[in-house]
């Protein structure tokens, strides 16, 4: 009797998560994604708290670092949609699966909120996943070209649809308005959906390779292996317990050793300058004299980026080296030659 010849050529189906045939590389594929969070979030509580002399996570490079890293989830979203989801939709592991998503989207907001209520996050990262766990389920079973076309238009649509109403605060989710928002964390579906759609693409394409490869029947043998493995499949477990457990840990820290004396020193740089311009100062002359006024107060203990209240006598002191930088600063750039 012989065999159905269609079985020499359909590709298996993906692997579903749940079902006990999960890919390791996968769960350490998102373990690799939450070091690299982990790392991102030690550098910008270390600037937060003043132990280094700026924050670091604020800078352009510490952007792209962010932006990569919340780039790797969201395409292991999609990823992870195609692995569930991909021999069919299954209502009740999706529907818990949103409900813990979505429950520490909220504990995220609460807490933000009472910490940070100036910054507080209203749509970061878990609020993208939560949302774009729901959308993401039209595109599992269209064509592939159909969603790597939805994936392209979600990218430039930020750069393309311009209105005013769109800066209307109940609108940011959606990431399409002129203004930026004051907030923490800022994962709007535009354009971060289209990294999801991605992941499905990436999924749909490459998991079916993956699992019949070496790679995909990767074991992890190792303490390490096993341990990163387990992180992966607890994600969301290890992404809300180790930011609180971070700060705790720093803040003790910084109790111990004190704030780095040279924080916020570039700000204060920046800022006297603007000041010093706004006021008549030449833009050259103030740069030298913003850095000259700091390494002053610097010297004499007066640099007060902690937000400590001068006394009249200090007061007056940080005042006459402001003063006096400029002064002989000025007085040099206009000398006879």
Known sequence: MSADPTLAVR???????????RLPVIDGARAAALVAMA?????????????TAENYAVTPGGHLAAAMIAGSFLVLVGVGLVLMNGRGIRPRPTLLRLARVGGAALLVTLGTWITFPDAYVFFG???CIAVSSVLGLAFLFLPVPITALAAAL????????????????????????????RTNDYVPLFPWFGVVLGGIVLGRIGLPRLARSRLGAW?????????????????????MIHQPLLLAALTG??????????????AFRADYAT???RT???????????????????REDLFREDGRPFSPPERLRAQALSQGCYATLENAAHAPR
């Open 11 to 21: 590709p298996p189906a993906p692997p579903i998560e749940g079902r006990g045939n």
């Open 280 to 298: 008549g100062g030449e833009p050259p002359l103030c740069r030298i004299a913003a850095r000259c006024t700091s390494d002053a107060l610097l």
């Open 253 to 266: 820290l910084v109790t111990v050793t004190g704030a780095n004396p040279r924080a916020g020193l570039r």
């Open 219 to 239: 074991s992890p043998r190792s303490s390490l292996a096993r341990a990163a493995t387990f992180a992966g499949r607890h994600s969301l477990v290890v992404y």
């Open 154 to 181: 979600v990218f430039a649509t930020p750069h393309v649809v311009h209105a005013a109403f769109l800066d209307a605060p109940v609108l940011f989710f959606l990431g399409l308005g002129s203004v930026m928002p």
């Open 125 to 127: 990262i878990l609020h």
């Open 275 to 277: 000041i010093c311009t």
């Open 39 to 51: 790392s991102y979030h030690t550098l910008w509580d270390l600037g937060y708290l003043r132990l």
